[in-house]
């Protein structure tokens, strides 16, 4: 039987570049359905270079070239792979954290689907071969593989952990296309990651230009790869060039513009690295702490006005999105602010003492109390936006928090506010009530003036709500029970802003809900600093030891400049277990001018 002509091509794929074996086959492969999108999606350290790829599949993405419509293509054969990214961001990879996978049942009787790490775990063990196979080899292995209808898949995956050979990936994608007529835009992707990973930049281009030959527009995951693979190679340019095509057909990701911005760095174009870096600002993305360190790392010993006020731009974006660098991040702060020209900058690592001095150039701190006007703004701005905002009432009713009002402003001034509910639970191995008596007990020393937050459960005897406990507490602290549904953050909010600025409030959470929902940066930054100046944190203790109390901050725990110096808070060791996370290293920035 004759080999039909793009089998013939496709099995000189090991000895051809994908462009000259795809681009001749193109016009014989049917256009795949507008719903095949897959992304690409590993969890393997090798992937994990490479970059993720994006899951949002939709009418308007990896949308076949074709005139014809969808239903005019042949169904898939096989399973589809459907990855699902996780937003979020790994604060020491500085990378987005690795993606989830599911696997959907096709058409009949539903299947069981496997979770991630099962299905990870399954096929483990699954070793490509070291050298291409033809394709009687190919569908023998696939015949013995425990889930056929996977077998691709997987050992695409497995291709893309061990770092095979190119070579070995096109004599499977000869094989796919001897059975199948035609290569999924899934495996398309797959190979596609696999030549970025080893920097095979020609391929690179094949593989795109094969894609958009096929589909109108990619997914972005896909476009991740393209780009990063560009960037990384002395074609990096192009990658700038495909960026401005990606923004014809959707907002460009994070990491499109961050592989662009790196590609600039590494050939010192400075000017145009930082262009990309306010361009990513302004379509509201948010740039990682991997990006940031890139922009100091290429700019030690530039003499450069303009480029050293873009990097002092930087530590200020820090003060005003309260952004704590990591200690490389700090590391590479510091050499640049060493290896400027002419300027004479030192850098100390160093703890500030608790007046808020630096020990190491005498400088004090910022204070953390509010002014008058500023706090009567701050406390206007919670009123109208978080206390009495369109959430609140969706956590309790008009008529309790119109009770809580009385009975506060009945009872002013407090000098502590405490969260009960939140308190009660920081040891578990003992009973809720034990834990707030332990705090109301520490805090009634000097004979503050305490409210506590309850809720009406308090009030039932039990074996965590003990009720001659509770009336020793009552004795000690006035209690407000809201309902047992509501959420008590604004009832705290608003019992410390009406008590004065001297009251202090005592959680364990961090309360990023309600910064959110003030309605512009200078009260968010208010908010901030409040917080940090009025916020006691408990710890719990260690054995038989009263827990611990980390008090309010008398200064302000954000970057900070005088011009001739900088001290910049960065994560080093803290409590990694606990919401209200503040750093206690600091890096401290100063001038050492020569004598004359």
């Known amino acids: ?60 993405t990896a949308l076949p070239a074709g005139p014809r419509g ?25 990378e987005i954290p690795e993606e989830k996978l599911r696997l959907p049942s096709s058409a009949g009787a539903p299947k069981k689907r496997l979770s991630p790490i099962a299905l990870r775990h399954k096929f483990a063990n699954v070793q490509p071969p070291e050298k291409p196979l033809q394709t009687e080899e190919w569908n023998r ?12 898949e997987v050992m695409f995956n497995s291709m893309i952990r ?35 990973q080893q920097g095979k930049t020609s391929e690179i281009c094949d593989v795109y230009d094969i894609l958009k030959m096929r589909f109108k527009t990619l997914e972005s995951g896909a476009y991740n790869l393209i780009v990063r ?25 994070r990491t499109n513009y961050e592989s662009c911005i790196k590609a600039a760095c590494r050939h010192q174009e400075m000017t145009l690295a930082c262009e990309l870096y306010h361009e990513m600002l302004t379509k509201d993305l948010v740039p990682t702490l991997d990006i940031l360190q890139t922009f100091f790392d290429y700019s030690r010993g530039m003499k450069d006005p303009e480029l050293q006020k873009e990097l002092f731009g930087i530590l200020l974006y820090f003060r005003e999105n309260q952004i704590y660098p990591h200690k490389t991040l700090m590391r590479s702060i510091k050499l640049w602010f060493e290896s400027i020209p002419g300027e004479n900058w030192r850098g100390h690592l160093t703890n500030i003492t608790n007046s808020g001095q630096c020990p190491v150039c005498s400088h004090q701190l910022e204070d953390s109390e509010l002014s008058e006007e500023e706090y009567n703004r701050l406390s206007e701005r919670i009123i109208r936006d ?21 009975f506060v402003e009945n009872r002013l001034p407090f000098d502590i506010v405490i969260d009960g509910l939140n308190v009660s639970h920081i040891k578990p191995r003992k009973s809720q009530c034990e834990n707030l008596f332990e705090a109301v007990n520490c805090l009634a020393k000097n004979n503050a003036r305490l409210l506590v937050l309850g809720r009406k459960h308090m009030m039932v005897n039990s074996s965590n709500w003990k009720r001659e406990i509770m009336k020793e507490m009552q004795n000690k602290a006035d209690f407000f ?23 202090k409030f005592v959680t364990r959470d961090f309360l990023r809900d309600h910064k959110a929902c003030l309605s512009d940066s200078l009260t968010r930054h208010l908010f901030r600093k409040w917080q940090r100046g009025h916020q006691i944190v408990l710890f719990p203790s260690v054995g038989g030891n009263p827990m611990k109390f980390l008090p309010a901050f008398s200064y ?8 001739d110096t900088w001290h910049i808070p960065y994560k080093d060791v803290y409590e990694e277990k606990y919401s209200y996370r503040v750093p206690r290293k600091w890096l401290c920035l100063h001038r050492k001018y020569r004598r004359v």
Not at 142 to 148: G, M, T
Not at 230 to 237: E, G, M, P, R, T
């Open 1 to 60: 039987m004759a080999v039909p002509p793009v089998m013939a091509l496709l099995s000189r794929a090991r000895h051809q570049g994908m462009q000259g074996v795809l681009w001749r086959c193109r016009a014989l492969w049917p256009v795949p359905r507008g719903q095949q999108l897959l992304a690409v999606a590993f969890g393997s350290p090798s992937w994990e270079k490479v970059g993720g790829v994006s899951s949002v599949t939709s009418s308007s």
């Open 556 to 563: 302000d725990i954000v970057v900070q400049t005088t011009g």
């Open 141 to 152: 292995l696939r015949e013995s593989f425990q889930a056929p209808e996977m077998f691709e």
């Open 70 to 94: 969808a239903d005019a293509f042949p169904a898939k054969k096989r399973s589809e792979v459907v990855y699902e990214e996780e937003k979020g961001w790994d604060e020491e990879n500085k």
């Open 162 to 196: 061990y770092n095979s050979s190119i070579d070995v990936a096109k004599s499977l994608l000869t094989h796919v296309a001897k059975s199948n007529g035609d290569i999924g835009y899934n495996l398309l992707v797959k190979y596609l990651a696999l030549c970025v």
């Open 229 to 253: 693979g560009l960037s990384n190679s002395d074609q990096w340019k192009k990658a700038l060039t495909l960026l401005e095509e990606i923004k014809k057909a959707m907002i460009p990701s």
């Open 481 to 503: 029970f809201a309902e047992n549904i509501s959420e008590d953050d604004a009832f705290l909010l608003y019992a410390t802003l009406r008590s004065g600025k001297h009251c």
């Open 386 to 406: 978080v206390i009495h905002g369109t959430d609140t009432f969706r956590k309790t009713s008009p008529q309790e928090f119109e009770a809580f009002q009385t």
